[in-house]
């Protein structure tokens, strides 16, 4: 059963959808940057470290409830929304691959609240450093996904896409150095204060 929609119908749909993308995606990338905060915070003396974990918690409980599941949930309510105008979509390969790599973000997600939740506990096992590597998987969806979504069935694979694939991974590696190098930096500087 096809149901028709308006053009303006469409357009609203697919705001919906990129808005809620936009939400989600700024929730899910801060949302492991306080997750790789709260483990740093465990290497504070006290009263710091508990006083950094109830703020990093409740950040993040904010952070995942009020902003990054909100956007999620908009984002699929106008991905519905535009696959309700063009279920022809649903035959295409380019969107098959896109979903499934939004299977992948929505087990992100979840996964998310699972280390929300060990924090809480005091008993997250990742160290800041698997968190940052972490931190890298929705870029590289994110790129992967836009991709589909503008090229559809026409994915590039000429040597020019290869190099915007090759762009974001030094992009991504060089956060993870200027992190590194930041910090031994300031553990240089302690140890010289000391």
């Not at 119908?9 to 940057?33: D, E, M, N, P, Q």
């Not at 190098?181 to 500087?189: D, I, N, T, V, Y």
Request: with cysteine.
């Amino acid at each position: 059963m096809s149901l028709h929609l308006s053009a303006e119908a469409y357009l609203w749909f697919k705001t919906l959808h990129i808005i809620g993308v936009v939400v989600w995606f700024a929730g899910l990338f801060y949302l492991v940057r306080l997750f790789i905060y709260h483990v740093e915070a465990a290497e504070q003396a006290e009263p710091l470290r508990q006083a950094f974990e109830q703020q990093f918690g409740l950040m993040e409980k904010r952070l995942a409830n009020i902003i990054t599941t909100p956007g999620l949930v908009v984002t699929i309510v106008g991905a519905a929304g535009l696959l309700i105008g063009n279920p022809g979509w649903l035959s295409q390969s380019w969107l098959h691959a896109k979903l499934a790599f939004v299977v992948i973000l929505l087990g992100y997600h979840w996964f998310c609240y699972r280390l929300m939740g060990l924090l809480a506990q005091g008993k997250c096992e990742w160290s800041a450093k698997q968190l940052r590597a972490f931190n890298e998987l929705p870029t590289l969806l994110l790129v992967i996904v836009v991709m589909l979504v503008v090229f559809k069935n026409q994915f590039p694979t000429s040597a020019a896409s290869w190099l915007i694939v090759g762009l974001v991974v030094f992009m991504a590696g060089t956060i993870q150095f200027y992190a590194r190098w930041r910090r031994l930096r300031a553990e240089r500087e302690a140890s010289h204060a000391s």
